[in-house]
């Protein structure tokens, strides 16, 4: 594959190719433990999918197959048409355009906040600084974090670090972004600041696949939740299908353990 397959427009996925992820038959093993076998799924221009599940069913590590931070042990998956693998190159090219956004913030303590935003814009895009600036501007006012410019990761609290490394993610232009549980570190009363520009992200039409246990913003934004569970997909289908009216035992049991928290 060339670096030209692989410039920075190599997401604009064609009217004929509306899926942005294609997995088939994607199975992942830690040595001789099975997570998940034989998945397939995919995710359309423009979709939100939540995926949700009990903890350890491998939601987190199906996600981070799609950029490569997780290697599958079989089968294939494919962004953008261009088929992943998992040499440095590809691999860089790849996360340059698909946003992630951790359960920890990853900021870098000794930088400013807008040294976070700007310091990946100008060594993996080659953005010039004042551009890599101006980016930077625009995306914290995005998550309402202007303010918070000249800061240190240090003074802010969680929801505030967590909605920098969100615009840090989107200053990248991704063609599509990964939340990882990105409220589970945050007190209670942060998790609405995140989930709120989640939802605006999802508004605008941004491609998301998102773990999360937050099942009130699964309900409210996600076009499709995947239950992960018993080592694959136990369910799918709108929030209204899956949350209101699931098919499966397995979903039964799930929800009704939710409702005993």
Do not use: W
Request: with cysteine; hydrophobic share 40%.
């Amino acid at each position: 594959m060339t670096d030209t397959q692989l410039d920075h427009d190599f997401f604009e996925a064609s009217e004929d190719d509306a899926n942005v992820v294609e997995m088939r038959k994607v199975t992942k093993k830690f040595g001789d433990t099975l997570v998940f076998k034989d998945v397939d799924l995919d995710v359309s221009k423009s979709e939100v999918v939540v995926l949700v599940g009990p903890s350890g069913a491998g939601k987190s590590t199906l996600l981070r197959c799609v950029n490569g931070l997780e290697q599958i042990t079989s089968g294939s998956i494919t962004v953008a048409g261009n088929e992943l693998s998992y040499d440095e190159a590809h691999l860089n090219k790849i996360r340059s355009r698909v946003g992630m956004v951790f359960q920890q913030f990853n900021l870098f303590p000794h930088m400013r906040v807008l040294d976070n935003i700007t310091v990946a814009q100008r060594d993996v895009l080659g953005r010039n600084p004042d551009e890599a600036v101006e980016k930077a501007k625009v995306m914290l006012e995005h998550v309402g974090m202007s303010h918070k410019i000249d800061a240190y990761p240090a003074s802010l609290s969680g929801g505030q670090a967590q909605r920098v490394a969100i615009a840090r993610a989107l200053a990248m232009d991704p063609a599509m972004m990964l939340f990882d549980e990105p409220t589970s570190a945050l007190d209670p009363e942060l998790v609405g600041e995140v989930l709120s520009v989640m939802r605006d992200l999802a508004n605008e039409g941004m491609t998301m696949m998102c773990v999360t246990h937050e099942m009130r913003f699964a309900r409210r934004v996600a076009d499709r939740i995947i239950l992960i569970a018993d080592k694959g997909i136990a369910e799918e289908g709108s929030p209204e299908q899956l949350l209101d009216d699931p098919q499966t035992d397995r979903a039964r049991d799930f929800l009704a353990s939710l409702d005993e928290e």
